[in-house]
């Protein structure tokens, strides 16, 4: 079975512009989570999607924004893109948390560079 | 949402037992605690949950006390390939309340040396 896939895994961008990232969860899974991990700091929460809609919100600005597809893959875009939203961004997948014993599954990441 | 509290660091040699202890004071009734592994530059991986008591696979083993209030990874025999970022976490998510708790505290460093 395939895991959660995100692409591209490496992305170079310039500032002021804008950068997309996708991630496709593990079939069946609907939750899709979105973080950011600066190098050499810790995951941070950015977004929460299930079954198309936006769940929850980390606190992080407008400029991040995502959506979920009808598929549940999801798209993550970083608007006016800055020197500090250099990262690895993880996308996670799940069933919906709720019940017992659900784990997230994480994808390899992409490693966003802004020049 | 329960907050967690992990030491920021560990070191053990090859071959001892490690022991990681989070402290989650304000554990709800509903809440599991689930332990992920990171590697630099990969996605965590989990390793463990449990709701009580301890909880045993392959890899770790869970104790959690009767008060549920803090919980505690051990690996057995650990290697130089568990050297990692160690993340406990707590809750699930209230859907109904649209609130999310799959949300990682700073994680505990482990340093395996030869």
């Known amino acids: 079975e395939a895991g959660v896939t995100q692409s591209p895994t490496h992305l170079i961008k310039t500032r002021g512009q804008q950068a997309t990232l996708r991630c496709s969860p593990i079939?069946?899974?609907?939750?899709v989570y979105w973080y950011q991990q600066a190098l050499g700091l810790g995951l941070q929460f950015l977004l929460w999607?299930?079954?198309?809609?936006?769940?929850n919100r980390g606190n992080f600005p407008p400029r991040f924004s995502g959506r979920q597809f009808p598929n549940y893959s999801s798209e993550l875009n970083v608007n006016a893109l800055e020197l500090e939203d250099s990262a690895l961004y993880l996308c996670?997948?799940?069933?919906?948390?709720?019940?017992?014993?659900?784990?997230?599954?994480f994808g390899q990441g992409t490693r966003l560079t802004v020049v | 949402l329960a907050k967690t509290t992990q030491p920021i660091s560990m070191d053990s040699y090859e071959g001892q037992e490690v022991n990681i202890t989070c402290s989650h004071n304000?554990?709800?009734?509903?809440?599991?605690i689930t332990w992920y592994q990171q590697f630099p530059s990969q996605g965590p991986r989990f390793i463990i949950q449990?709701?009580?008591t301890k909880v045993t696979n392959e890899v770790a083993s869970l104790f959690i006390p009767a008060d549920r209030k803090s919980s505690t990874l051990s690996l057995p025999r650990v290697s130089l390939s568990d050297t990692a970022v160690y993340y406990c976490?707590?809750?699930?998510?209230?859907?109904?309340?649209?609130?999310?708790?799959?949300?990682f505290g700073t994680g505990t460093l482990l340093a395996v040396q030869p």
């Open positions: 079939s069946g899974h609907t939750s």
């Open positions: 999607y299930d079954e198309g809609e936006e769940r």
């Open positions: 449990g709701y009580k």
């Open positions: 976490l707590v809750g699930v998510s209230n859907y109904g309340g649209a609130t999310n708790k799959l949300i």
């Open positions: 304000n554990i709800a009734t509903n809440d599991y």
């Open positions: 996670a997948s799940s069933l919906i948390l709720g019940t017992a014993n659900t784990e997230a599954f």
